[in-house]
């Protein structure tokens, strides 16, 4: 798993209430990414951080959002948790500059009812 | 048009037998290609990494990128029932942001059996 754990790796949440997913890396690796994975989409990036409070969004960002105070953790939190986000979370690395391939995490696996 | 597709499946073959596993793309940009093994209720592994076309073997699996047509291919010799799992492809254009990639795009998976 590359030095990625995610947490918590199974939940499920009523709809309406907030939602925080953390992903941990032990290598000081600059590039973290937030997917999600659904039957019939695949993996779709939802946001990603090039560094220390440094976030961009990808092509699902609506209803989400991240945060990274540390070069180790990245979150994710869903504010209002909708049943349209009931998905399997991964979270990636990239391990070297320059590199465009990307480690993946175990996932979360996140229902909302 | 999706910008990568990718035949779901499922593609079931006999142990031992040369699998052929495929995506196509649209944009022109990408120029980093990779291959994952996804199984059931884990995270993606990555198999293959390559650059541009052309061909890159790693023991049993060989991965072909022909950017001319647009067309990626991953290859398994001699397949095992333990290559049963669902492979993504995945590319990424080019970033200019000094680092690594702003994410990847991926295919949706193709389901692969090998029966024993």
């Known amino acids: 798993d590359a030095g990625i754990t995610q947490s918590p790796r199974h939940k499920v949440t009523e709809t309406g209430t907030p939602v925080t997913l953390r992903c941990h890396q032990t290598?000081?690796?600059?590039?973290m990414y937030w997917y999600r994975q659904d039957p019939g989409h695949g993996l779709r990036l939802i946001h990603y951080?090039?560094?220390?409070?440094?976030?961009d969004k990808g092509e699902v960002s609506d209803g989400y959002s991240v945060s990274r105070s540390k070069t180790e953790d990245f979150l994710l939190t869903l504010e209002s948790a909708t049943s349209s986000q009931t998905s399997v979370y991964f979270c990636?690395?990239?391990?070297?500059?320059?590199?465009?391939?990307?480690?993946f995490g175990p996932g979360t696996r996140l229902t909302v009812l | 048009q999706k910008e990568v597709e990718q035949d779901p499946g499922p593609l079931s073959v006999p142990e031992g037998a040369i699998v052929s596993l495929n995506c196509t793309y649209s944009?022109?940009?990408?120029?980093?290609f990779m291959w994952y093994r996804q199984y059931s209720r884990k995270g993606p592994e990555l198999l293959m990494y390559?650059?541009?076309?052309g061909n890159k073997e790693d023991g049993r699996f060989t991965a072909q990128v022909d950017k001319s047509s647009k067309y990626i291919s991953l290859f398994i010799r001699d397949s095992q029932p333990s290559d049963s799992a669902t492979y993504l492809c995945a590319m990424s254009r080019p970033t200019y942001s000094g680092g690594g990639a702003d994410g990847l795009t991926f295919g949706k998976g193709t389901h692969l059996i090998i029966q024993p």
């Open positions: 951080s090039y560094g220390v409070k440094d976030t």
């Open positions: 390559t650059y541009s076309s």
């Open positions: 944009n022109s940009a990408f120029q980093y």
């Open positions: 990636a690395i990239s391990v070297r500059q320059g590199s465009y391939e990307q480690f």
């Open positions: 290598e000081n690796h600059r590039y």
